[in-house]
C-alpha cells in the first residue's frame, strides 16, 4: 500500500476528517488531501507527529512508500546483518530500500534507510544514501557477513523536529 493510501485508511480508522487531521498537524486541509493522493509528502517533522497521532510506527506508516535499491540477481537466501550504530538497530537481511526525500528544515534528514519494513538510518542527502546502498550491495555480493552503516547522519528529536547532530 502507497503512503497516500495509508495515510487515507489511517486516518478513517482514527475517525478523523482530512480537516481534522490537517488542524491537528498545522496544515492545510488541501495538503493533507495531496498527500493521500500521492501528490506530495509531509515534512520528517510532521512524519513524527502523524505516527504519534495515529498511533503507528513510523515504520508502518511508511513502511510501503520505499523504492528497492537491489540487483536484480539477489537471492533471498543471500542475507548480511546490517548493523546501525546511531540507532542501535541490528538487523539481517537480504534488501534495503531507501524512502522517497522528506521536506523538512535545513538541519532536517531528506531520506530514511530501510531493511523489512524496519527503520534503519537518517541521511543527509540522496548520495550518501545510494553510496550506503551500494556498500551493502558490495558487502552482500562478496558474502560479507556483516555491514555496518557508514554515511548515515545521527539525529535527536528536538520539539517535534528530527534535525542531525
Known sequence: MSFGKNLQTLRRKNQLSQEGLAEMLGVSRQAVSKWELGEGYPEVEKLLIL???LNVSLDSLLGAENTPFVSEN????DMIRIISP???VIISTSKVTRSQQFKGGKNSPKYALY???TFLAWYRNLDDVTREITEIQNALDAGAASYTLQYSVKCRQN????IED
Not at 539477489?74 to 537466501?77: A, D, I
Not at 520539539?159 to 528530527?162: D, G, K, Q, V, W
Open 115 to 117: 531493511a523489512q519494513n
Open 159 to 162: 520539539l517535534l523536529r528530527t
Open 86 to 88: 546511531n540507532e542501535g
Open 74 to 77: 539477489s537471492k533471498p537466501s
Open 51 to 53: 505516527s504519534k497521532k
